[in-house]
């Protein structure tokens, strides 16, 4: 037997603890037939040759917790992502505006929260970039919308509308909206006004971001919001061969009306099983168990240090999110909950335990995610639950959004226990990361990097922001690799590089090892397979 391809000339780094390092690896038939001297015998006439000149192969990355389809309907939208100041986002809205005179609405995504003082964002000053077209902009966090007077009048906001159940209008002195609206209680009576795509407008924005994705090194992802809507572009885009990376998808469960909606994700989860091409899964449901401490929306144990009245807003009751968990737990779905205050964490991680005191023992593998505040007490319950504890890595520095926003609303000493990813580790808990593009970047060198120096990009501070919660880049790695793997039940599949696994792999234009943590996000990303298949690099190596 001859190899497909044949890996050498670099370091090859498997993220196996009994064979770490080598210095080859083939490939046959999409999977990883040996290593080292092994791999070299396995040479042929037609072998392909991939020459690691002196750089490094390592297991291919997953991401844990990202939004392609959201993010790539996004990149149609008004480019604000980038924009320093309102009046860069001004600019940037009249530009598109004027360049779409068909768009009924004027939407952009993943704007800096801290561009004015506390996140106050006024609809008469969106007003001046456009005043007869309805604007809705999301936040980097997309828990937080800017909307113009045209998309509030739409909506039907004024004076005597109440606030929504699970979201929040933001008030001018005189009752009337400001027009910041927070969390999807007040956001969904505006986004159920905007047209939705179509799907070939779906599928060509999955194209565009599963590219993206590839090229940075990813070959699985967890889509962790899937509404039931949404799920014919997963399957149009597996079934025309566009997606450069596997799929799972978490489907949506609201509070309201959630008994209603079990049917649905069960059919949801068929339909995927049998159109996925192989590609794509939908095993997970998907929880908002609160929302983000800089807009106050956190679930908190304590009340916010800036606002006393307020311990943030739970969206499910701790009862009502025990008993929702363990109905779709009981019809073998993966529990996928966004938990970030401390009391959010808490009801999540009850939940969690309710579902299996109820349905018994079994591989059940639920995930929380971002853990931005998770209590002491709370920290053994991960291991013991067999909760995956899935971080977005990049959040653990001191940016803009934490100095400006989130450390002024809940202090010094909850502010010094955020994003405990070394405590966790340490539990003996699974551990896995993500980006949740589009709120923060995609690539997972840059997350990498901080998870390791706890630094800004700048470098700052010196020896790290809560150094005790600094980790080693091999868990690093690790927890973009085999850690996602084992959250997505196929660690027995990829994640390290031993023969038999899928080859799914990254090459490294520089061994990651060589070089200091801060310089990771330099490192260029030369190739990428999925299956032995290459989604990224020249197609003939």
Known sequence: MHADVL????????????????????????????????????????????????????????????HPLLGGIGLRGVPVRDCTSVEEILQAVRRWAAEHPEAEWVRGDAFDPWLVEGGLFDARVLDTAVADRPVLLRTMDHHTGWANSEALRRAGFSADTPDPAHGQIVRRPDGEPLGTLREFGALDPLL???????????????????????????????????????????????RSGVLRVRANLALLLAPDGWRDRLPALAAD?????????????????????????????????EPYTDCPHSHGAANWTGEELAEAVTAVDALGFQAHIHAIGDHGVRIALDAVEAAARRNGPRNRRPVLAHLQLVD???????????????????????????????????????????????????????????????????????????????????????????????????????????????????????????????????????DPYRVPAADLPAVAVLGTWLGGTRTHGPRTP
């Open 7 to 66: 890996f050498s000339g670099g370091t090859v780094h498997t993220g196996d603890p009994h064979q770490p390092v080598t210095d080859a690896l083939a490939v046959t038939a999409g999977r990883i037939t040996a290593l080292g001297a092994d791999a070299l015998a396995l040479r042929g006439e037609r072998t392909r040759l991939v020459d690691l000149a002196g750089g490094a192969l390592l297991p291919s990355w997953g991401d844990g917790h990202i």
């Open 192 to 238: 159920s006004l905007v047209p939705e795509p179509d799907l070939d407008e779906q599928v060509a924005a999955l194209a565009e971001v599963t590219g993206l994705l590839a090229a940075a090194g990813l070959t699985w992802v967890q889509d962790a919001w899937v509404e039931h809507s949404q799920v014919a572009a997963w399957t149009a885009a597996a």
């Open 269 to 301: 989860r068929a339909r995927v099983a049998a159109e996925g091409a192989g590609l794509v899964t939908a095993r997970s449901v998907k929880f908002f168990a609160d929302g983000v401490i800089e807009s106050g929306t956190a679930a908190l144990l």
């Open 376 to 510: 002491p007490a709370d920290l053994p319950r991960f291991a013991a639950l067999g909760v995956t504890a899935n971080f977005e890595p990049l959040w653990a520095q001191p940016d803009e959004l934490m100095t400006q926003l989130t450390l002024p609303r809940i202090g010094d000493v909850r502010g010094s226990r955020q994003y405990q990813i070394a405590e966790l580790l340490r539990s003996g808990a699974q551990v896995s990361f993500g980006s949740d593009w589009p709120v923060t970047p995609y690539e997972p060198l840059p997350g990498i990097a901080t998870a390791v120096t706890r630094q800004t990009p700048g470098g700052v501070p010196a020896g790290g922001w809560l150094p005790e919660q600094r980790i080693g880049l091999r868990d690093a790695l690790a927890a973009y690799s085999a850690g996602v793997a084992h959250q997505a039940y196929e660690e027995d599949l990829w994640g390290v590089l031993r023969p038999g696994m899928r080859a799914d792999l990254v090459q490294l234009a520089t």
